[in-house]
C-alpha cells in the first residue's frame, strides 16, 4: 500500500524514528540539508506562515488533497526543504527506504498585479521590519485574502512533480512540502518575496516614495486652519 496509507499501521513514533534516521544518513552525505521541523503541533506560527497555509486551504482544488500532507510535516518527513526564485526542492520520507525527491515551480506574480499591489499600498507600508513581522495596516490583508491580487499563489500557479509512484495529481509527499513552506516562511518570510520573484525592497521604496510625494504636494498647501495674519491681529487687539 502506499505511505502512510491503509496498509500496516505504523506509529506517529515509529514514522518519526525512520525520519531521523534518514535525515541522519543524508546529513553525512550533505551537512546543508535543511529539515522541516515543527516545534509543538502547529503547523505555522508567524503571520506569513498561517497565512500560507490559509490560501492553501481556502481552494476547493485542495481541499482533498492539501491535508495528506499534515501528518507528514507533523512526523518531520520533510528531511530537506529548500526555497529559491521561483522554485522548492524538497526531500521527504516515506515507506521506502529512499527519500522521495519533490520539485515545486511557483509562477511569478504578473506585473498586472504587481502595479494593483502597490497602488493599494499608497505608502501604507513604512519599513521591511514592518513587513516582515505581518504587522501592515489591516486593510493590506486583502492582498494576500482576495483573489483579485493573489500575492499568494493559485492551484494554476503551483506546479509540482515528484518521484513517488502515487498516481493522484497532489501526492502526500508534495502536500507535506506545501505545509513545509509554510513553516519555513515562520523562519523566514522574505523568502515568499524570493518564491514570487517580488522585489520587496521596490515596494517599500514605492510606498516611501508615494508618501513623500503626497508630502510635498501638501506643503504647498494652505489649510484651512491656519488663521491669516490679519484675522490674528483682530483676535488679539493688536493695530
Request: proline fraction near 4%.
Amino acid at each position: 500500500m502506499s505511505d502512510y496509507g491503509y496498509g500496516k499501521y505504523v506509529s506517529a513514533e515509529e514514522k518519526r524514528a525512520k525520519a531521523n534516521r534518514s535525515l541522519a544518513k543524508l546529513r553525512k552525505k550533505n551537512p546543508n540539508i535543511e529539515p522541516v521541523i515543527l516545534e509543538g503541533r502547529s503547523l505555522a506560527k508567524s503571520w506569513w506562515g498561517k497565512a500560507w497555509n490559509q490560501n492553501l486551504e481556502s481552494y476547493a482544488d485542495y481541499s482533498n488533497r492539501i491535508p495528506r500532507g499534515r501528518t507528514y510535516v507533523r512526523n518531520n518527513a520533510v528531511l530537506d526543504l529548500k526555497i529559491s526564485k521561483g522554485k522548492v526542492v524538497a526531500k521527504v520520507q516515506g515507506s521506502r527506504a529512499k527519500p522521495y525527491d519533490v520539485v515545486i515551480g511557483i509562477d511569478a506574480l504578473d506585473s498586472k498585479r504587481w502595479e494593483q499591489v502597490t497602488a493599494l499600498c499608497n505608502h501604507r507600508i513604512d519599513s521591511l521590519e514592518q513587513l516582515i513581522e505581518g504587522k501592515f495596516p489591516k486593510e493590506l490583508e486583502v492582498l494576500f485574502q482576495d483573489k483579485k491580487y493573489a500575492m499568494f499563489p493559485s492551484p494554476k500557479e503551483i506546479h509540482f512533480d515528484c518521484s513517488c509512484p502515487d498516481w493522484a495529481s497532489m501526492c502526500k509527499h508534495v502536500a507535506a512540502v506545501l505545509y513545509g513552506i509554510g513553516a519555513r516562511l515562520d523562519q523566514d518570510p522574505m523568502l515568499f518575496f524570493e518564491l514570487r520573484d517580488i522585489d520587496s525592497h521596490a515596494l517599500i521604496r514605492k510606498s516611501v516614495d508615494q508618501k513623500l510625494d503626497s508630502m510635498l504636494k501638501n506643503a504647498g498647501k494652505k489649510s484651512s486652519r491656519v488663521i491669516a495674519a490679519d484675522k490674528i491681529s483682530d483676535l488679539f487687539g493688536l493695530e
